[in-house]
């Protein structure tokens, strides 16, 4: 079957660093997808991970290992406003192309 | 700006009726898709098109229809054989199947009188 496991919740304090995770099982594996959510509105992209590894971009970083179906978004330098859902996706491998999201971990950050 | 436009924001269905969420994209991209986002649960497909004048079934397309008789148009009707309708609904585009990330629009949230 597919799923995809993130922890439903986190807290943690501005300027601070923290790393959500993500563990999936997926019967094929064509690149994993982080997006960011804020309330009522729309996912936006952050990052794309196809190859084992950790991909920078500015105070977010995404680490793939696809030998452990893990991957994890690791956020630097905390703001407020990166109080949002953090989604993680799957792109199934196969003809389709199609995303499988896993339910989201909601961040919040305090002062 | 390119983008992809969700109207309306918010809707309210009553018993037994059909309402149609309306998909607009100008960023000329083939394929668009569907999700329904529940609270405590991942975005799920609905249904999704690769091209013009084609689409097909997601994961729980069961009370839902769609059309695609442009490229930049996807509307979802949601009908009264979906019994739950109540979500908030993301229609979401991209340059290709393959490509490497989703576009998606602000969302409609669906409620039932």
């Known amino acids: 079957g597919q799923n995809i496991d993130q922890p439903t919740e986190m807290t943690a304090t501005e300027g601070a660093i923290v790393q959500i995770n993500c563990t999936y099982q997926t019967s094929g594996f064509n690149g994993l997808f982080w997006y960011q959510q804020h309330a009522g509105e729309a996912p936006t992209f952050l990052s794309y991970n196809v190859l084992d590894g950790l991909e920078e971009k500015g105070r977010f970083s995404s680490f793939l290992s696809r030998s452990k179906g893990y991957s994890y978004l690791l956020l630097k330098e905390l703001q407020m406003k990166d109080s949002a859902s953090y989604l993680c996706?799957?792109?199934?491998?196969?003809?389709?192309?199609?995303?499988?999201f896993g339910q989201g971990t909601t961040l919040q950050v305090k002062p | 700006d390119g983008g992809i436009t969700q109207s309306p924001k918010y809707l309210f269905r009553k018993e037994g009726q059909n309402v149609t969420l309306s998909c607009e994209q100008n960023l000329n991209h083939d394929a668009m898709y569907w999700y329904r986002q529940d609270p405590g649960q991942g975005l799920r497909l609905i249904y999704y098109s690769q091209i013009v004048n084609d689409f097909q079934k997601g994961d729980i397309a069961e009370g839902y229809s769609v059309s695609r008789e442009k490229k930049e148009s996807f509307p979802l009707t949601v009908t009264s054989a979906q019994k739950n309708p109540t979500a908030f609904y993301l229609c979401?585009?991209?340059?290709?199947?393959?490509?490497?990330?989703?576009?998606f629009g602000s969302g409609t949230q669906l409620s039932v009188l």
């Open positions: 996706a799957v792109r199934d491998r196969g003809n389709t192309g199609k995303l499988i």
């Open positions: 979401a585009s991209s340059i290709g199947q393959f490509s490497e990330k989703l576009f």
